[in-house]
């Protein structure tokens, strides 16, 4: 198509007044086009002879630039997407607005061809990759709008976008492997460190120096902890997009990662028993502090406990795959004297117990009372088994499935904790 033909088709569709009937045109042009048609002469379709040069301008608007996309950009937006945007020469609007004193803020808006999209940054770049990820997002909802219309609902969509896949992963997967409280910790860490940092970010585009970064910065402030929590969940996400044939190679692979120094809980010595239980005298602590010291029990165990004859029961939170299973520990001599006249317990929350444990012992943390339960246990001669079952250690599925102690055995071997 030379130039003059293009001109004579210009002139013709400047009559057109229904701006989504010249729309419609100018794509079918584009798309019988045989030369390339640059954009800047694409844009005198929507301006009129008479009006000024200045308005003609589209490059010297305050309010409106143009974002012509790179074709690495475009591959890695929604296929329906592509096409739309290639006929429409690879031109985006960005609307740029002052947004403070010195800021300004950038925003990308597609409303047409079935999206409805919208992005916004301070940064140009940023904001860019907000609305890549946007409409990935909004590709994938409409994808599921289309399954479940056609009541095919069999029919599984997977994310391809990390902080959807991610989710898709929890529900589906990591919430049936860990016990609730573990769940509860993962989806606090992802809520906090991972899902702010990826978004949606597609999982094809994830590098090792992407994730090399995050880790570093829990790295640099002597968080490693954290570090390596954040770096097991994200192993597990990418595991997981891998089995699902989203990605080939895990980004994770050649990231360094400071592994944690675990440090072990330290038993009470028998003085800072008594000093623990002294300083509470007389205020509910002093009846929790006794039942930690002398049951061995988790601190998030703690509200599930009750009394059932001569026993403390209570739910065994380590069990995973939402099973649900109880302990039980017998009411030791040592224990006893603290529950004789009133069997119920007043349980605030743990934070508070925490509190309260380290104003007496600012040197322990308030699990060293289970520590200190498991220490007398060995120093007192428990066997074992009992011991084991006590504290709500697994020991393994063949010998849990043929072991069923005896409460008489239970409680002789209670006896023994008396010092």
């Not at 016990?179 to 978004?199: A, C, L, V």
């Not at 994730?211 to 570090?227: A, H, I, P, S, V």
């Not at 699990?367 to 709500?392: I, K, N, Q, S, W």
Request: proline content about 3%.
């Amino acid at each position: 198509m030379k130039y003059k033909d293009l001109k004579e088709i210009i002139e013709v569709l400047r009559e057109i007044k229904n701006e989504n009937k010249r729309d419609k045109a100018i794509r079918l042009i584009l798309q019988t086009a045989n030369e390339n048609i640059t954009y800047e002469l694409l844009q005198n379709l929507f301006s009129r002879k008479d009006t000024p040069r200045q308005e003609q301008t589209i490059k010297r608007r305050d309010d409106t630039i143009f974002w012509k996309l790179t074709n690495k950009e475009i591959k890695q937006m929604p296929i329906r997407f592509q096409k739309e945007i290639i006929i429409q020469d690879k031109i985006v609007k960005v609307r740029r607005r002052k947004s403070g004193k010195h800021t300004t803020n950038y925003e990308i808006r597609y409303r047409r061809d079935g999206f409805n999209v919208t992005a916004s940054s301070t940064d140009l770049e940023i904001a860019k990759e907000k609305f890549i990820q946007a409409l990935l997002v909004a590709d994938l909802k409409r994808k599921q709008a289309e399954s479940r219309r056609s009541g095919s609902s069999k029919t599984v969509i997977i994310p391809e976008t990390f902080q959807e896949f991610a989710e898709y992963y929890f529900e589906k997967y990591r919430k049936r492997k860990v016990s609730e409280k573990t769940f509860e910790n993962d989806m606090y860490r992802y809520r906090n460190h991972i899902k702010p940092y990826f978004g949606s970010m597609p999982l094809k585009n994830i590098s090792p120096d992407f994730c090399q970064e995050l880790l570093d910065r829990f790295t640099e402030k002597g968080q490693t902890k954290t570090n390596n929590e954040i770096y097991s969940l994200l192993n597990g996400i990418f595991k997981m997009a891998i089995a699902h044939d989203i990605i080939k190679k895990n980004p994770l692979s050649i990231v360094i990662v400071e592994r944690h120094n675990s440090k072990h809980g330290k038993a009470l010595t028998k003085d800072e028993e008594k000093k623990l239980l002294n300083q509470s005298k007389g205020t509910k602590y002093e009846k929790i502090f006794a039942l930690a010291l002398y049951t061995g029990l988790r601190p998030n165990e703690y509200k599930t406990a009750r009394v059932e004859g001569d026993f403390i029961v209570a739910k065994n939170s380590k069990r995973k795959g939402g099973k649900t299973e109880y302990k039980k520990i017998p009411i030791t001599v040592m224990l006893k004297r603290y529950i004789e006249e009133d069997t119920e317990f007043d349980m605030p929350g743990v934070e508070y117990i925490r509190d309260q444990f380290n104003k007496i012992l600012p040197n322990h943390i308030l699990y060293d009372l289970r520590t200190t339960f498991y220490t007398r246990c060995e120093e007192c001669g428990v066997a074992a088994p009992a011991r084991d079952h006590y504290v709500g250690h697994s020991n393994g599925e063949l010998n849990n499935t043929y072991s069923d102690l005896s409460d008489e055995y239970l409680l002789n071997e209670g006896k023994k904790l008396e010092w």
